[in-house]
């Protein structure tokens, strides 16, 4: 559709080198505002400047959407809806839309960050979306993150799929095709590789479940290995 103003200007006489690009920040010419609760709140008044941009095409001018000051978003990466990229995240190739927030120090690539997520550690060719939290200094690599799940800590999510309220925390990992949903908790040390984590089963300890599924109230613990059965508490 036809723009009928602009937001923002891009600074093109003070650009800088960054990964092999050429970034320009970015500077609001008028208010950005969303809507609150009770009144409007005011996401960057008019002459502030912005985050880094390669192109305009990186930054909405509709909608509260907004890039904060050191942010670095480029390589067609797209900013919309009323998204928040704070301070220092670095997010390339990548749309982050609705109310999704990419919290400072954040590295997102190759990614789909929407609807209220939030991530606040890496986030690499994987869609983060419903209200799922990446927090800390989690990682998370091809991957789905949604609902209301969360992966935080030094918890590392690779190749798999982590939904409902299910969390993914500690130093646990979790890898090869795995589905954790549910109410599942998967903490500590604990390994899942190819595994079934549903319903309220824990894995926790340095336990580690290969190709296996765990359900209803079980809890896998201490040093145990569970390989190729099916675990159900009651």
């Known amino acids: 559709p036809e723009r009928y103003y602009s937001k923002y200007e891009i600074l093109r006489d003070e650009g ?3 990964k092999g690009k050429t970034l320009y920040p970015i500077r609001a010419l008028v208010d950005v505002t969303r809507n609150g609760s009770a009144r409007d709140v005011v996401v960057a008044k008019a002459g502030e400047r912005g985050g880094y941009v390669e192109d305009e095409n990186n930054l909405s001018h509709y909608g509260a959407c907004w890039i904060y000051p050191d942010a670095k978003v480029y390589g067609g990466s797209r900013v919309d ?3 928040q990229v704070y301070r220092s ?3 390339e190739c990548c749309v982050v839309k609705d109310t999704a927030v990419v919290d ?3 590295q997102v690539k190759d990614s789909t960050i929407s609807d209220h997520a939030l991530v606040s550690g890496s986030a690499i060719h994987s869609r983060v979306c419903g209200k799922a939290r990446i927090y800390d200094v989690a ?3 091809d991957s789905v993150i949604r609902d209301r799940a969360i992966v935080e800590d030094t918890a590392i999510v690779r190749g798999s799929q982590v939904s409902g309220n299910a969390r993914v925390k500690g130093f646990a990992i979790v890898k ?3 589905y954790i949903y549910g109410d599942a908790d998967v903490k500590d040390n604990a390994i899942v590789t190819n595994g079934r984590i549903h319903d309220n089963a824990v894995i926790k300890d340095r ?3 290969e190709y296996s599924e765990v359900m209803a109230s079980a809890v896998v613990k201490d040093n ?3 390989i190729n059965c099916a675990v159900i508490g009651f």
């Open 176 to 178: 090869d095709d795995s």
């Open 89 to 91: 995240a670095d997010v």
């Open 81 to 83: 809806g009323d998204a």
């Open 16 to 18: 800088i080198d960054y």
């Open 207 to 209: 336990a580690e479940v």
């Open 104 to 106: 400072q120090h954040s």
């Open 224 to 226: 145990a290995k569970v």
């Open 139 to 141: 990682y998370v690599e």
